[in-house]
């Protein structure tokens, strides 16, 4: 016998607005060279790619976990009352600026969301998915305008196949590195990265000095610069460096 508990509702605390717009300048390969000098070893998410080329994001993680199916815990049917659906209830939690991130267990025979749920997450003002596995109905998806980051899509459904959604807003797995939720996610062409939220003021803060000397990198190396005096900054360097800094504060 099945006993359905009413399924909780859990939501995360969110960032402020100005830590969001600092971190927005910060790409996802700056982002996980910084984590790292800061500890944290591995911030990627394995395997998850854009499908949105060009599109990148920056915002808080309503986290959703799937697990492999089993009779006791999902039988034949249970899924006939569409408020049983827990990843409904991460949809109902979004808010402007949030992302959805998916332990799908890397299964891309199970598609976790379909082109209307994204719909009501982009009319919600959701920034985009990230997820351990697929959606379906891509060739609606991809227009809406969110950001997706996958391992693939497919025709089935989320149950149809190996799996069912079962907890949302804990702990998960999301290509292979721990997202909790709340953490802050930057995703863009190379991947997607996870951002401890207790660490997130420091990345900022590192983030935006590290983007400050790349510009001015960048632009030494345009102009025929040597690569061993500006990438990475020599002595010589960064006391021209901080002069140019001066002159375009």
Not at 28 to 42: D, P, Q, T, Y
Not at 100 to 117: A, H, L, N
Not at 156 to 178: E, K, M, R
Not at 202 to 228: C, P
């Amino acid at each position: 016998m099945i006993i359905k508990t009413p399924i909780p509702k859990i939501d995360i605390e969110r960032p402020s607005p100005d830590l969001i717009k600092r971190l927005e300048g910060i790409g996802s390969a700056m982002a996980s060279g910084e984590l790292r000098k800061l500890g944290i070893k591995i911030s990627v998410l394995d395997g998850v790619k854009s499908f949105t080329p060009g599109k990148t994001v920056v915002g808080p993680a309503i986290t959703l976990q799937y697990l492999p199916k089993r009779e006791d815990q999902y039988p034949e049917g249970e899924y006939r009352d569409p408020e049983a659906q827990v990843h409904r209830h991460a949809l109902y939690h979004a808010q402007a600026g949030d992302i959805i991130v998916v332990d799908g267990r890397g299964e891309v025979s199970s598609g976790v969301f379909g082109d209307m749920m994204l719909t009501y997450l982009k009319g919600r003002g959701g920034l985009g998915v990230i997820i351990d596995g697929a959606i379906r109905d891509y060739g609606g998806a991809k227009d809406l305008g969110l950001g997706l980051w996958l391992k693939g899509v497919t025709p089935y459904s989320h149950t149809q196949t190996v799996q069912f959604p079962y907890a949302y807003n804990v702990p998960i797995d999301c290509g292979g590195t721990l997202v909790m939720p709340g953490d802050i996610m930057i995703a863009d062409d190379d991947g997607a990265v996870v951002v401890p939220k207790q660490l997130a003021e420091q990345l900022a803060d590192a983030g935006n000095e590290h983007a400050e000397w790349e510009e001015f990198t960048r632009i030494k190396l345009s102009e025929g610069g040597d690569l061993r005096k500006y990438y990475p900054l020599s002595d010589e360097g960064r006391a021209e460096y901080e002069e140019w800094k001066k002159s375009n504060d």
